[in-house]
Every structure is written in structure tokens, then in C-alpha cells.
């Protein structure tokens, strides 16, 4: 079956712009977790939705960011005012709920330039 | 919260040799401890977990080990080969369907 799915694949915008990133999860998956990955760097936590549950939205860096999940399926991270600092690969990962596997599936990630 | 170690941030090795990722976690109320792979501009994949009720873990090449006394895991590979070049990077979270903490990675490299 398909697997996550993001777009877009690159994204470069201007400093100040605002940006919206989508993810679609693999159908199913009640969980949903934002990730951002710096040049060389971890995997940061950014923001995770688990069925009907208020988000967690602790590793969000600043009020820029926001995330939304309709119908708890397809989400959307919006940056506003985008800043230098923002320019990162964005993975977006998913994983069922209930079921007997942990693992979050990873999407390709959406690289972001802010110029 | 939990805090994850990794080490080391590089590695090389000649190919047919082992090699082994250390990572330590600071929550003792962690219990699953899971290793993805990372190739060049590819998205991570699961290679190998652990839960805390065990203490090794093997799939053919790779193995894990976790030491819960010590709140230490290990990621082992041997007989490496070229294809084993990446990224990888450890993880540890504590409850079912919470975000993974992740470490920092480690790049490793297979010199054929």
C-alpha cells in the first residue's frame, strides 16, 4: 500500500512569507508526529496528534508554528513569517494505534529554504 | 523529559568488520528503543527495536543490545558491507504512540 506521502518535495520562500506544509498519512494510522531535521543534525520533535486527543504540541520552537489534522487524517504545518533559522528537511511519520507495532513510517520530508 | 545520547557522530570501518553505535537515555520509565537508517536524502526506516523486557535483540547482520540498570543501548552490525553506509539514528520513548526522542545520529562509513 501507499506509504506517507508529503508535499511539497522542496519548498524555498522568501524571509517574512508564510508556508504550508502537507503530510498524508498511511490510512489508518490514527497517530501523527512533525519532525524537523536541520543540515546534519537529529530528528526534532516538533508536534504530535494521536486520534481525537488535543495535539502535543511541546516541541513546536515558537507561536510561528502551528498544525492542524482534519478529519484525522491529512495534516498541515504552517510557519508564519518564516525565518532563515527555519530552513530544514520536515518529516511528517505516522503509525497505528492499538495494533502490536511501534514503528512510526516516515514520509520524504519536505526540504524547506527560507532565502 | 527524556534526553538521548549517541555515540560516536562518525565511523568508519573496512568493510567485513563490525561495527557498533552506543546511545544512553536518561528515562528510567523508557521502555522501547528502536534504530532507523538513514541513506543520503532518503527518509528514515526502521532497521531494528527493543523492548525493555529483553535484553538482545537479532536480525541477521544487525543486533541490539539494552541495559536497562545502565539505561545504555547498543546497535551492532557486522560483517559490514558498502550498502550499510548511512545515518543511523537511536531512539527511546517511554509509552505507546508518543513521540520517539530521538539521538543525534552517527554517520557511518564502509570502506570497501
Known amino acids: 500500500g501507499a506509504g506517507v506521502s508529503q508535499s511539497p518535495s522542496n519548498k524555498v520562500t522568501e524571509k517574512g512569507k508564510d508556508v504550508e506544509l502537507r503530510c498524508d498519512p498511511i490510512?489508518?494510522?490514527?497517530?501523527l508526529y512533525w519532525y524537523r531535521q536541520s543540515l546534519g543534525q537529529g530528528l526534532e520533535f516538533l508536534i504530535y496528534f494521536q486520534g481525537n486527543s488535543a495535539p502535543d504540541k511541546s516541541g513546536l520552537p515558537s507561536d510561528r508554528f502551528s498544525a492542524e489534522r482534519t478529519g484525522g487524517s491529512v495534516s498541515t504545518l504552517t510557519i508564519q513569517r518564516t525565518q532563515q533559522e527555519d530552513s530544514a528537511v520536515y518529516l511528517c511519520?505516522?503509525?497505528?494505534?492499538?495494533?502490536?507495532?511501534?514503528?512510526?513510517?516516515f514520509g520524504p520530508g519536505t526540504r524547506l529554504t527560507v532565502l | 523529559g527524556e534526553n538521548v545520547e549517541q555515540h560516536p557522530s562518525t565511523l568508519s570501518v573496512q568493510e567485513g568488520d563490525s561495527a557498533v553505535i552506543k546511545c544512553t537515555y536518561s528515562?528510567?520509565?523508557?521502555?522501547?528503543f528502536p534504530w532507523y537508517k538513514q541513506e543520503l536524502g532518503k527518509r528514515p526506516q526502521l532497521i531494528i527495536d527493543?523492548?525493555?523486557?529483553?535484553g538482545e535483540k537479532k536480525d541477521q547482520r544487525i543486533a541490539v543490545t539494552l541495559n536497562k540498570t545502565a539505561k545504555h543501548f547498543s546497535l551492532h552490525i557486522t560483517e559490514t558491507q558498502p550498502e550499510d553506509s548511512a545515518v543511523y539514528f537511536c531512539?527511546?520513548?517511554?509509552?505507546?504512540?508518543?513521540?520517539?526522542?530521538f539521538g543525534k545520529g552517527t554517520r557511518l562509513s564502509v570502506i570497501a
Open positions: 511519520a505516522s503509525s497505528p494505534l492499538g495494533l502490536a507495532t511501534d514503528e512510526q513510517f
Open positions: 527493543i523492548r525493555s523486557n529483553v
Open positions: 528515562d528510567s520509565a523508557s521502555n522501547y
Open positions: 490510512s489508518g494510522h490514527t497517530a
Open positions: 531512539a527511546a520513548r517511554h509509552s505507546g504512540n508518543t513521540p520517539l526522542v
